[in-house]
């Protein structure tokens, strides 16, 4: 299975201020076809998830354009630009390039 | 809107068996390959089986291998998750999910808590 690692796993963060959490698969998330395939939830606070990102960098709709994601083969990792209170959460990466789809441990996000 | 309502969860005995159902709203379900995905409580998240939009196809996470069969009933736009020999460590809330990697559709269930103990 491709394990996810993400960090930090707590992040206090100031409103206003940029915030950027890392993501590193234990293999490479390039497909045969030429698509990276991964991607990003938020999780506020008792809510079931919802997706960010998918395909490193691609925004889902209605997802704020202070949300960002980069990276390639391994390495990846997402940014607010500016922290808003309704950022609030945990944030996980998820691998869906191969089965099982993986997961990340979370980062918690949380206002200083 | 899109809808997805998770039911069939509560308190089961470990070796037990379940039926989770989700039922879906608001999209062309018949064309969606459909998620399971689970939270144990104050954890992060684990996915657990996917199924193909004609049922044909279908993939487990290790640890339900064997032991949890998901399904689906395109005439009643329903998905299912049977859970059989449960365990304590599948404690969780468990969601359905719709989510699609190369297009942007991703909608998710409230959850249904599943809870295993004597």
């Known amino acids: 299975d491709v394990v996810m690692t993400q960090s930090p796993l707590s992040l206090p963060v100031t409103l206003g201020q940029p915030a950027s959490i890392s993501c590193r698969s234990s293999?490479?998330?390039?497909?045969?076809?030429?698509?990276?395939?991964l991607n990003w939830f938020q999780q506020r606070p008792g809510q079931s998830p919802r997706r960010l990102i998918s395909k490193v960098s691609n925004r889902d709709s209605g997802v704020p354009d202070r949300f960002s994601g980069s990276g390639s083969g391994t390495d990846f990792t997402l940014k607010i630009s500016r922290v808003e209170a309704e950022d609030v959460g945990v944030y996980y990466c998820m691998q869906g390039k191969q089965w099982p789809w993986t997961f990340g441990q979370g980062t918690k996000v949380e206002i200083k | 809107q899109v809808q997805l309502v998770e039911s069939g969860g509560g308190v089961i005995q470990p070796g037990g068996s379940l039926r989770l159902s989700c039922a879906a709203s608001g999209f062309t379900f018949s064309s969606c390959g459909m998620h399971w995905v689970r939270q144990p409580p104050g954890k992060g998240l684990e996915w657990v089986a996917f199924i193909q939009y004609d049922g044909n196809d279908k993939y487990y996470a290790g640890s339900v291998k064997g032991r949890f069969t998901i399904s689906r009933d395109n005439s009643k736009n329903t998905l299912y998750l049977q859970m059989n020999s449960l365990r304590a460590e599948d404690t969780a809330v468990y969601y359905c999910a719709g989510i699609a990697v190369s297009v942007d559709f991703d909608y998710w269930g409230q959850g249904m808590l599943v809870t295993v103990s004597s």
């Open positions: 293999q490479s998330l390039v497909h045969s076809d030429g698509n990276t395939y």
